[in-house]
């Protein structure tokens, strides 16, 4: 496997980064997002925000603007939030535990502790455990248990920042969710190929409250504020509709209705 992953690693930057902000800033943009698509994105914010000062001191309208493309806004909220939290306090201070942090799960905290604290852990993103599964024929949630519970042995010969950035890599190129590449996969000689059918399908995007919602905060970008029956007419969408996607956006902070009853970004 090391072998393997000398050979065949994808090169980022931040790879080799031990900026827990760095850090911070890929995992929360690769979310739900192909790697190199993030890696564009991640040029960018680095360069505007090289510190979650420089994001903080910013508004949630340009940290928006930087997004725009991305998809999934609520991320970006979350991180502007971060970035004010952690203009204050710093990520020492909240070491080993950085959940407290809008957006960050056990996913991002195990990140954290791997590639910037250098800490032995497994960081159990989807594609360790799809190999992990495989490899070792475990079904279902016992993957978690699997994992906490055989930490020591399988990081026992391996740094935990190459394991982990390994499985990542694997999983992403040869021991993909579908159609997985066992006759050139390192691990197959060993591996009991224990593969689920995923019968997950992925919602459509066209017409979807998702796609509604991004297509409002890209018009509220271009302008300062939109009537509701302006969106309306470019959405072509109910009344009924357009109230609940507006209702969402409130909700999540993203949005807010003016005194006038103008519909603005949430700046707040």
Known sequence: MKKWYKKNHRTFEWRSSNNPWQ??????????????????FYQKFIKKYPTP???????????????????????????????????????????????????????????????????KVVAIDTNI??????????????????????????????????FNQALMDLGATICKSRSPKCDICPLEPKCNKFILENKKKQSKFEGSMRQKRGAILKMLLSDESLTKEKISTELQVSNKALDDILDSLVKDGLIEFSKNKLIVINDN
């Open 23 to 40: 850090i911070l800033l890929i995992e929360t943009l690769a979310q739900q997002t192909q790697l190199e698509r993030a890696n564009v």
């Open 53 to 119: 000062k420089d994001m903080a001191n910013d508004s949630k309208k340009e940290v928006l603007r930087l997004w725009s493309g991305l998809g999934y806004n609520n991320r970006a909220i979350r991180l502007h939030s971060t970035s004010k939290i952690l203009s204050e306090t710093g990520f020492d201070e909240l070491y080993p535990n950085f959940t407290v942090l809008p957006g960050v799960g056990v996913y991002t905290n195990s990140a954290l502790l791997s590639f910037a604290y250098g800490e």
């Open 129 to 162: 455990k799809r190999i992990i599964q495989r490899y070792f024929k475990i079904q279902g949630k016992d993957i978690d248990i699997f994992l906490l519970e055989n930490k020591s042995l399988l990081l026992n010969r391996f740094d935990s920042r190459d």
